[in-house]
Nanobody, 123 residues
């Protein structure tokens, strides 16, 4: 049974930093893209960042570019999201996703999802 478990969310002041982790179990994802999406209240789930299987290629949405960094450790089957210079607009539930090979910014291409972790940025 495949599981993705996110951790690291919480409450932080604007300008602060958080590091999210997503640990995968049940299978290895070293050959497929892993990603982070987020969903704010009343809004659709949106793409945040993705990283290729080897970690060599990353993608980021324009809204987080320069502030968030995605990385992965295949030995630990874990993906990370380092979030710096957080803004109130970053408040959302953050979801880890895995299993995509193409169209990596589209949520429907991911086969596996975590339960999400809440990130709240106070202004």
């Amino acid at each position: 049974q495949v599981q993705l478990v996110e951790s690291g969310g919480g409450l932080v002041q604007a300008g602060g930093s958080l590091r999210l982790s997503c640990a995968a179990s049940g299978r290895t994802f070293s050959r497929s893209t892993m990603a982070w999406f987020r969903q704010a209240p009343g809004k659709e789930r949106e793409f945040v960042a993705a990283v290729s299987g080897t970690g060599a290629i990353t993608y980021s949405s324009d809204s987080v570019k320069g502030r968030f960094t995605i990385s992965r450790d295949n030995a630990k089957n874990t993906v990370y999201l380092q979030m710096n210079s957080l803004e109130s607009e970053d408040t959302a539930v953050y979801y880890c996703a895995a299993g995509a090979t193409t169209y990596v910014t589209r949520r429907h291409t991911y086969a596996y999802w975590g339960q999400g972790t809440q990130v709240t940025v106070s202004s």
